[in-house]
């Protein structure tokens, strides 16, 4: 086991920052902007039916999915199609499992407006 004081993980850590050509992170202009607006999803479970009511109150649009994730190992777990919504839009995406319903989830996915 090694054992390092804390001088001289300071010195180490002084010298990695100091070192010319050294990046610890990428610059701040090369990092991709996070995605700020998606549409809105709430989910209700009914029984072994799932249901996603998506809308997109926001100038950009969006692509959803539906994500289910079924209890039972032998009952197949359900992804729906995409469904696009533009600006000011709404979808209702549905699945079901044979039993119960362990887990439902969206997935969001920007569009790009030509």
């Given at each position: 086991?090694?054992?390092?004081?804390?001088?001289?993980?300071?010195?180490?850590a002084?010298v990695?920052?100091?070192?010319p050509g050294?990046?610890l992170?990428?610059p701040l202009?090369?990092?991709p902007?996070?995605r700020k607006?998606k549409a809105?999803?709430?989910t209700?479970?009914?029984g072994?039916?799932?249901?996603a009511?998506?809308?997109?109150?926001y100038?950009?649009g969006?692509?959803?999915?539906?994500?289910?994730?079924c209890?039972?190992?032998?009952d197949l777990d359900?992804?729906s199609?995409?469904?696009r919504i533009d600006?000011?839009?709404?979808?209702?995406?549905?699945?079901?499992?044979?039993?119960e319903i362990?887990?439902?989830?969206?997935?969001?996915?920007?569009?790009?407006?030509?």
């Amino acid at each position: 086991m090694i054992r390092c004081s804390a001088s001289v993980l300071a010195a180490l850590a002084t010298v990695l920052c100091a070192a010319p050509g050294v990046a610890l992170s990428a610059p701040l202009d090369d990092r991709p902007e996070p995605r700020k607006y998606k549409a809105y999803c709430h989910t209700v479970i009914d029984g072994s039916r799932a249901t996603a009511y998506c809308n997109n109150p926001y100038p950009g649009g969006d692509r959803v999915r539906l994500h289910i994730e079924c209890e039972r190992w032998w009952d197949l777990d359900v992804d729906s199609a995409p469904a696009r919504i533009d600006p000011a839009g709404y979808v209702e995406l549905t699945g079901r499992c044979w039993k119960e319903i362990r887990a439902v989830w969206v997935s969001h996915q920007p569009l790009a407006y030509p």
